[in-house]
Nanobody, 125 residues
């Protein structure tokens, strides 16, 4: 069974950068599309980004396009979310998640089969 563990969250000033990591165990990430959701205080869970099992397809929420990028390292069995030009509205708990299958077409909340426990990100001056 796939298990996901996030790390890399923290406090950063507006305009700063962070890199989140999602380390997988129990299976190889080549068999799964993997990505990130986030939940801001008092708001709904929002899909942020996804990378396909092959690594050749990526998706991004409009709110993060041009600022965030997602990559994967198959040798390390890890997915990364590179967050640049951070804004206060990026604050929230970031969850690594994966549905069954390799396509990001299934990367929506009700289709997720595996969740990490989350890592908090705070963007504040």
């Amino acid at each position: 069974q796939l298990q996901l563990a996030e790390s890399g969250g923290g406090l950063v000033h507006p305009g700063g950068s962070l890199r989140l990591s999602c380390a997988a165990s129990g299976s190889t990430l080549e068999l799964y599309a993997v990505g990130w959701f986030r939940q801001a205080p008092g708001k709904e869970l929002e899909g942020v980004s996804c990378i396909s099992g092959s690594g050749y397809s990526e998706t991004y929420a409009d709110s993060v396009k041009g600022r965030f990028s997602i990559t994967k390292d198959n040798a390390q069995n890890t997915v990364y979310l590179h967050m640049n030009m951070l804004k206060p509205e990026d604050t929230g708990v970031y969850y690594c998640a994966a549905p069954e299958g390799t396509s990001c077409n299934r990367f929506f909340k009700s289709a997720i089969d595996y969740w990490g426990k989350g890592t908090p990100v705070t963007v504040s001056s």
